[in-house]
């Protein structure tokens, strides 16, 4: 069965840490990965999506890796600040016309 | 600005009350797809329509009907709505193919009583 699951499920980090946020998977046969920040009341934001033949892809203070292989998947966030706060997912395609979705780490940014 | 739209946002209704919730996108995205949203299961999918008049089901279709009738719309249909269907629910849709970004709506939470 093809699984996705984020440990912990929450995390507090005093603001001005970097910090990972870690995803794995059970399938390393992926289309791509994406990384998504929820809200509470909102909806869901796309973050950053990478491609099965990519290793990482960056957006300002955020860096996701992806190693196949392993199965595993990091979020890296850098100089966390508070409204960073957030509940992060993790969602592959498996090529099964869905996104098979972790259940999320809970991020909490300290001031 | 490129989105999609869900309404209501909100909604409480009674067990055995048809509803139905719309979703729209203005990206010109030939995929959509429906998800509910569970404490501790994580991000479902319901349905997902690959075209217009094409559709099919997810991991979770029972209680629920949806169309694609125009590429934009999607509306997603509770014909008799039952207690357990009380979710959180998303929209999502993407270009067609194995290597874009999916936009997700706003979100629905829909309880029944």
């Known amino acids: 069965k093809q699984e996705v699951t984020q440990i912990p499920a929450a995390l507090s980090v005093p603001e001005g840490e970097n910090l990972v946020l870690n995803c794995s998977f059970t399938d390393s046969a992926i289309y791509n990965l994406q990384w998504f920040r929820q809200d509470p009341g909102k909806g869901l934001t796309s973050l950053l999506l990478i491609q099965s033949s990519q290793r990482e892809q960056t957006s300002g203070r955020l860096n996701a890796s992806l190693d196949k292989s392993s199965g595993r998947s990091t979020l890296y966030i850098a100089a966390s600040q508070p409204g960073d706060s957030a509940t992060y997912l993790c969602a592959v395609d498996f090529g099964n016309e869905k996104l098979t979705f972790g259940t999320g780490t809970r991020l909490t940014i300290i001031p | 600005e490129a989105q999609v739209t869900q309404n209501p946002r909100y909604l409480i209704t009674v067990t055995g009350k048809k509803l139905t919730v719309t979703c729209s996108q203005n990206m010109n995205h030939e995929y959509m797809s429906w998800y509910r949203q569970d404490p501790g299961l994580g991000l479902r999918q319901i349905y997902y329509?690959?075209?217009?008049?094409?559709?099919d089901k997810g991991d979770v279709p029972e209680g629920y009907k949806v169309s694609r009738k125009e590429k934009r719309n999607f509306p997603l249909i509770l014909e008799s709505p039952s207690p357990n269907q009380t979710s959180l629910y998303f929209c999502?849709?993407?270009?067609?193919?194995?290597?874009?970004?999916?936009?997700f709506g706003q979100g629905t939470r829909l309880t029944v009583v």
């Open positions: 329509s690959m075209n217009v008049e094409v559709t």
């Open positions: 999502a849709s993407s270009f067609a193919g194995r290597f874009t970004e999916a936009f």
